[in-house]
């Protein structure tokens, strides 16, 4: 896999920013804000197969990838994700220098992720990214695998997993794993996959911890026997529905914005009716509307 630095254009950034994290950070609260992203098929498949590493996104789209973690304090995804594509979950975008790298998340009860031999790792230990931080049931992970997240910066987060189904059949709470990344400081998350994590939080009223959602769709079809994105639909359940949607060509592809959230702030909701300020290449005017929000401290987080 290339190793080369991505460029993102200032006028594709507009498009988006309304629907990424504040570049202020929240002084209160106790949940991160949280994006769920990633890419899908028109039969809306996300992979030919569970375990199956599947390319969607084209060119364009995979940059605007590395654009959304940039603006992320951490990057989530369940261990099957981890074990079938071996992810660095790091930014490669131009300019961004390793403060601002997002921090790894994987969902990984039991403890079966070789971490020690990940690129994930490898990339941390090269100063490319940061160590991740494993979210496990397990009290007693291999000692190995400890010493070598450990040394590397990461952490191992021993959680009660429970109100929600993962592959392995454990139960857990999204906000009980939300709120833990944000005692670790963490106050904006991107939700990336696999099939099981994104169908789960989908399910409500976990959807209703999602504060935005950033579609790639590809235009191309992998056919019966993939893995899906389809929440479980309990009875009486209301249509799970887009709201203050936008529609983005990148590429071939397609991006699809939107939130679920009937509380989105007022001031958050301004934004997706004005004009965006360009971003590239300098820091005038990319802070102007979140500068106003109540609530919220100053921290610097640079325009890539």
């Known amino acids: 896999m290339s190793n080369s630095?991505?460029?993102?254009?200032?006028?594709?950034?507009?498009?988006?920013?309304?629907?990424?994290?504040?570049?202020?950070?929240?002084?209160?609260?106790?949940?991160?804000?949280?994006?769920?992203?990633f890419a899908t098929s028109l039969d809306a498949a996300i992979a030919l197969s569970p375990g199956t590493q599947t390319i969607l996104s084209g060119p364009e789209s995979k940059a605007m990838t590395h654009f959304l973690r940039s603006r992320h304090e951490a990057i989530l995804v369940g261990v099957g994700t981890a074990m079938a594509d071996d992810p660095g979950l790091s930014c490669r975008l131009e300019g961004v220098a390793l403060e601002w790298q997002p921090r790894p998340i994987i969902i990984d009860p039991v403890v079966r992720w070789d971490v020690a031999t990940s690129r994930c790792l490898s990339l941390a230990r090269q100063g490319k990214g940061k160590a991740p931080y494993i979210m496990c049931v397990q009290s007693n992970p291999p000692l190995s695998q400890r010493k070598a997240l450990e040394a590397a910066g990461g952490k191992y987060i021993y959680m009660d997993f429970e109100n929600a189904i993962t592959e392995e059949g454990f139960r857990f709470s999204w906000t009980s794993m939300l709120v833990a990344l944000w005692n670790e400081g963490l106050h904006s998350v991107m939700v990336e996959g696999g099939g099981s994590i994104i169908n789960s939080l989908l399910v409500p009223p976990d959807a209703e911890l999602i504060s935005s959602v950033i579609l790639t769709?590809?235009?191309?079809?992998?056919?019966?026997?993939?893995?899906?994105?389809?929440?479980?639909?309990?009875?009486?359940?209301?249509?799970?529905?887009?709201?203050?949607?936008?529609?983005?060509?990148?590429?071939?592809?397609?991006?699809?914005?939107?939130?679920?959230?009937?509380?989105?702030?007022?001031?958050?909701?301004?934004?997706?009716?004005?004009?965006m300020p360009a971003i590239e290449g300098t820091d005038s005017g990319s802070n102007s509307t979140d500068s106003n929000l109540d609530g919220y401290a100053v921290i610097g987080r640079p325009t890539p």
């Open 217 to 275: 769709i590809a235009p191309t079809w992998l056919g019966r026997g993939g893995v899906i994105v389809s929440p479980e639909r309990k009875e009486k359940q209301k249509q799970l529905r887009l709201q203050r949607t936008k529609w983005h060509q990148l590429g071939e592809d397609v991006i699809l914005c939107g939130t679920l959230r009937a509380n989105f702030s007022d001031a958050r909701q301004a934004k997706l009716t004005m004009p």
């Open 5 to 37: 630095t991505l460029v993102f254009s200032s006028s594709d950034r507009a498009a988006l920013e309304p629907y990424l994290p504040p570049r202020t950070r929240r002084n209160n609260g106790s949940l991160p804000f949280a994006t769920l992203t």
